[in-house]
Each structure stands twice: as C-alpha cells, then as structure tokens.
C-alpha cells in the first residue's frame, strides 16, 4: 500500500534564509506527486506537482520540488522564505491509474521569523 | 471567486445529533471529496464521488454517510454525532478530463465541534 511521510512536523526558520521540506513516499507502482500549502484558515491550494518528464518541479510563489525516483523522494525547496510563506505544507501522492485518490502525508508546519 | 463553498464554515453540536455538511462548486467538475484533517494527523479521504450515480467508501468512512443530490452537490452526514468527529472537514473537486493527475481543487473548509 502507498503511504507518504513527511519527515519534519514543524520547520522554524528565519525570513530569507533557504528552506527544505522533506517527504519520502513508498509505493509498488508509478506515482504522481503533489505538494499542497494550507495558510492559516483556508483551504489547501496546489504549490506544484510532478507528473513525468524533468525531475525539478516549478511552482507558484518561488517554490520548486525534486523527484529522486531511487530515493522515493519529493522534498520541496525555497531559496529564500518570507514572512507570508508561514503555512503547513501537505505532500501528496497517487498512484498511476488510481483515477487521482490521493493519500496525504501528516503535514509540516513552516514558521518563518522576522 | 469561490469555486468550491462549504457550509457551514463553524458548528458547533452536541453528542448524538444528526448533522449535515454540505459542499456546492461552480467548477463543473464531475468528482467530488470529502476529507477530514485532524491536528498530527494530515487528511483522510471519507467518501468520493465520481459522478451522481458513484459514491464510493475512503479510508474512514465509518459514522459518515454522502449523498450527491447534484453534480454539483455533495454532503457529508454524521447521523449520531460524537466528540472524536471534532475536526476540520474539507470537500474538494476534481474532473474526469483533467487526467492523468486529475487534480483536485479544495473548498475553505467546515470546523465541527462535537460536545
């Protein structure tokens, strides 16, 4: 069975320093992998997700992913976090003919610091 | 320019009441979610809907019941509500063309409390 795990539960950083979110999946077959982002008292909205092809993923607000297909791994990166980045990150994953069902990892809280 | 509503958005309710969360989209999308995230925990798929007539059972279906009374519609039910329903309960859509990743799109979320 596929299941997803993000390594960090909460990240603290200072603004403009670099930040990694680590997730590692496990699965038996080809999977699709998806990063979510919750800001505090919203919904979850898609930062990036990677499907085939290049294995560094671009998103939204300056954030990019990397596949490592022998690492099962899909860790998300800035180079430089903000203030406004402060949200859980939600690593997500399905499986190639899952018809999208996606399983979730239990999330990792990004507090950024002034 | 919500696409995806969820209401309500705050309940509060006792133990044992039946109660109802509904989600409505604007998105004409054909598939239809309902999660629930607990603190620690990330989130659980409930029920899914891949059309009117498909309702499918997710991981932790039990104490919950769906009816997709539209393509548009979907509610969730909790018809004896208890105090570890208490959580954030998410609807979310998706369409069949958007394949192969058919991503999903998610409402603001409904927080229920069970006293």
């Known amino acids: 069975a596929q299941s997803v795990t993000q390594l960090d539960s909460q990240v603290p950083v200072f603004e403009e320093a670099p930040v990694e979110l680590r997730c590692n999946y496990s699965?038996?077959?080809?999977?699709?992998l998806f990063w979510y982002v919750q800001y505090p008292n919203q919904g979850l909205q898609l930062l990036l997700k990677?499907?085939?092809?290049?294995?560094l993923v671009k998103g939204i607000n300056g954030f990019e992913a990397e596949f490592n297909k022998s690492q099962t791994s899909f860790h998300l990166r800035k180079p430089s976090v903000h203030i406004s980045d402060t949200a859980e990150y939600f690593c997500?994953?399905?499986?190639?003919?899952?018809?999208?069902?996606?399983?979730f990892g239990k999330g990792t809280k990004l507090s950024v610091k002034p | 320019d919500a696409d995806v509503t969820q209401t309500p958005r705050n309940r509060i309710t006792k133990t044992g009441k039946r109660i109802m969360l509904e989600c409505s989209q604007t998105?004409?999308?054909?598939?239809m979610y309902w999660y629930r995230q607990d603190p620690g925990l990330g989130l659980r798929l409930i029920y899914y809907?891949?059309?009117?007539?498909?309702?499918n059972k997710g991981e932790i279906s039990d104490g919950y019941s769906v009816s997709r009374q539209a393509q548009a519609k979907f509610s969730l039910s909790l018809e004896s509500a208890i105090p570890n329903q208490t959580a954030l309960y998410f609807c979310?859509?998706?369409?069949?063309?958007?394949?192969?990743?058919?991503?999903?799109?998610f409402g603001p979320g409904t927080r229920l409390t069970v006293t």
């Open positions: 809907s891949f059309d009117v007539k498909d309702i």
């Open positions: 990677y499907l085939s092809g290049s294995t």
């Open positions: 998105k004409g999308h054909d598939r």
């Open positions: 979310a859509t998706s369409d069949r063309r958007g394949y192969p990743s058919y991503e999903q799109y």
């Open positions: 699965s038996s077959v080809s999977v699709y």
């Open positions: 997500a994953v399905s499986e190639r003919g899952s018809q999208g069902n996606l399983i």
